[in-house]
Each structure stands twice: as structure tokens, then as C-alpha cells.
């Protein structure tokens, strides 16, 4: 079934993504230098629960009509920014992946309840999670190009928007692909993926490379009181 109805992401892909991405975020625990504190915990505790919040709680109350919604998408833009700014004050391996595992479990607290569950926190915490600590494993703790002296910026809407592409497949591909079905019981249609993914990757990129910009002006001034 799930390699042949039209729409359902293939099983073989999905399980090589997920064993994948598993081993690659093993590795990076283990080889990343700087390791996270209990004050990153805090942070990445907190950040998830406000992403929780900001997605599912403010931005599912503003309502705009199909077809402005999903090319204009209040949801995922609040959680894009409000986990970027998360990453970017922590700015260590791990934090990406926490986070999204507290805002997984506030989300089913709040809003879902378990239904699913784990595959939900499974998903969460290696794509959107695994994205974000990929990023910071790749500069170096230096996330949208912070602690650079030239071309900062650029840096920020480069990795922002890069980050911003890579995280709207998940929806497509895997939420609506594969889990929901799974969980919900319903076969996917293949023209509705393709609709999602054209009107999630524009205002991703966007709202990506926006986000970053904030993140870092975010960072600095919780840097720098803590």
C-alpha cells in the first residue's frame, strides 16, 4: 500500500530518511564539540513551548480563506520564526531536536492530545529538529552566520531561506505523505501533495531568511543578558 497508492510517500524512502537522519544525529551528539548545558536545556525547553504556542494557538486563530491559505501560512511562519530565534540563542548540537520534542509534546498537551503519538514526536524531532542541528553541526555553532565579521547578513538569509526549503517538504512528504494517513486512516491525494508543496516552498524560503535576520538580533540581546 504505501509504495503504490498514488500520493503516500514510499515506505523504503521514508524508512531510509528516518535511519538515516538517526545515525547522522548520533554522530553529531557525539562529535560536536560544544555540548549543551543545563542552561540550553532551559532555553530549549522554553523555545519549543513558546513555538508550541505561537503555531497552534496564534497562529491557527487567524483565519484567511483558501486559496490565500496555505501560500500565506500564519502557522508554520510563527513556528519557523519562533524556532529559529530558539537555535539561534542556543547555537548547539541538540537544541534543534529538543526543542521540537517539547513543542511535540505542548502541542499534544494543549492542542492534539496523543493520538499518534510517537510518530508525531519521531517526525518532529528528526526533520524540523534534525534540519536545525544539522545547520549548527555544518557552521559550527555559528548559525546564520553569527560570530562572523563579514557578510553576516547574507549569511542569515543564505542558511535562513536554505533551512526554510528543506523544512517545507516535511508537510508534503511526510505529515500529509505518509503519517496521516497512517494515523487517520485516509489515501493521500497526489495532486494535493503537489499543491502543497508548491504553496509551502515560497513562503517558507521567505519567511526563513526573514526569521533568521530576526533570530540573530534576537540572540545577541539574550547573549548578552545572560
Known amino acids: ?7 503516500i510517500t514510499p515506505l523504503p524512502i521514508v524508512i531510509a530518511y528516518f535511519v538515516a537522519a538517526s545515525v547522522v544525529a548520533f554522530f553529531m551528539l557525539r562529535k560536536s564539540k560544544a555540548k549543551m548545558k543545563l542552561m540550553d536545556y532551559v532555553v530549549a525547553a522554553i523555545g519549543g513551548a513558546i513555538t508550541s504556542f505561537a503555531e497552534h494557538i496564534i497562529g491557527d486563530a487567524i483565519y484567511l480563506p483558501t486559496p490565500i491559505y496555505p501560500f500565506i501560512n500564519p502557522p508554520v511562519w510563527f513556528r519557523i520564526l519562533v524556532f529559529f530565534i530558539t537555535v539561534a540563542v ?16 505542548v502541542g499534544d498537551l494543549t492542542h492534539f492530545g496523543f493520538v499518534g503519538e510517537p510518530l508525531w514526536l519521531i517526525e518532529d524531532v528528526l526533520t524540523y529538529g534534525f534540519m536545525a542541528d544539522v545547520a549548527i553541526f555544518l557552521t559550527g555553532g555559528r548559525l546564520f552566520g553569527i560570530g562572523e565579521r563579514r557578510y553576516a547578513t547574507l549569511y542569515a538569509v543564505f542558511e535562513g531561506g536554505l533551512l ?11 505529515t500529509y505523505g505518509f503519517f496521516a494517513p497512517i494515523i487517520r486512516g485516509f489515501v493521500p491525494s497526489q495532486a494535493f501533495v503537489q499543491f502543497l508543496l508548491i504553496s509551502y516552498i515560497p513562503g517558507d524560503v521567505v519567511i526563513g531568511a526573514i526569521s533568521a535576520i530576526i533570530a540573530v538580533r534576537v540572540a545577541r540581546v539574550v547573549r548578552a543578558t545572560v
Open 1 to 7: 500500500m504505501f509504495s503504490l497508492e498514488p500520493g
Open 90 to 105: 542556543i547555537r548547539k548540537v541538540g537544541a534543534g531536536m529538543l526543542s521540537m520534542a517539547v513543542y511535540d509534546l
Open 164 to 174: 526554510g526549503l528543506f523544512m517545507s517538504f516535511v508537510h508534503p512528504l511526510f
